[in-house]
């Protein structure tokens, strides 16, 4: 089991809308089964994405962040043109990144954080 963190490019509020969470956490979804990446928690919020993910370990945390950013921003931007009137240059995720690996032990803990963002952030979206 995988946690992982993603932050949009400059924090921008880019899924404050719930349309365009919904069309973020489908891209992040269609981006990990085209990669069989399989996603056991998903939480989008405004300007991030925590999500817990179950990989094979021959492939590294990095790759995993890489191939999930890179097809669901190039998807994304397919889906929602006018995102490409903020990010023209069609970077949609900042560069910075969390990941980390869990133990069966601690993925309740992990599980319930990433359910819990929502209130966690005090966030709610339109």
Same mark, same amino acid.
Request: net charge positive; hydrophobic share 35%; aromatic share 12%.
């Given at each position: 089991?995988? %946690?992982? #963190?993603?932050?949009?490019? /400059?924090?921008?509020?880019?899924? !404050?809308? !719930? $349309?365009?969470?919904?069309?973020? +956490?489908?891209?992040?979804?269609?981006?990990?089964? #085209? &990669?069989?990446?399989?996603?056991?928690?998903?939480? *989008?919020? %405004? +300007? &991030?994405? &925590?999500? =817990?993910? !179950?990989?094979?370990?021959?492939?590294?945390?990095?790759? *995993?962040? !890489?191939?999930?950013?890179?097809?669901?921003?190039?998807?994304?931007?397919? /889906?929602?043109?006018?995102?490409?009137?903020?990010? %023209? $240059?069609? &970077?949609?995720?900042?560069?910075?990144?969390?990941?980390?690996?869990?133990?069966?032990?601690?993925? +309740? =803990?992990?599980?319930? /954080?990433? +359910?819990?963002? #929502?209130?966690?952030?005090?966030?709610?979206?339109?």
């Amino acid at each position: 089991m995988l %946690p992982l #963190e993603g932050v949009t490019k /400059y924090r921008y509020n880019v899924f !404050q809308k !719930q $349309k365009y969470l919904k069309i973020a +956490e489908a891209c992040i979804r269609k981006s990990a089964f #085209e &990669h069989k990446i399989k996603i056991i928690k998903l939480s *989008v919020m %405004p +300007e &991030h994405v &925590h999500c =817990v993910v !179950q990989v094979s370990l021959s492939i590294s945390a990095s790759k *995993v962040l !890489q191939l999930l950013k890179g097809r669901s921003s190039y998807l994304f931007f397919r /889906y929602h043109e006018k995102a490409r009137l903020r990010y %023209p $240059k069609g &970077h949609l995720w900042s560069r910075g990144k969390f990941a980390s690996s869990v133990g069966f032990a601690n993925l +309740e =803990v992990v599980n319930r /954080y990433v +359910e819990n963002q #929502e209130s966690h952030h005090g966030n709610s979206t339109l």
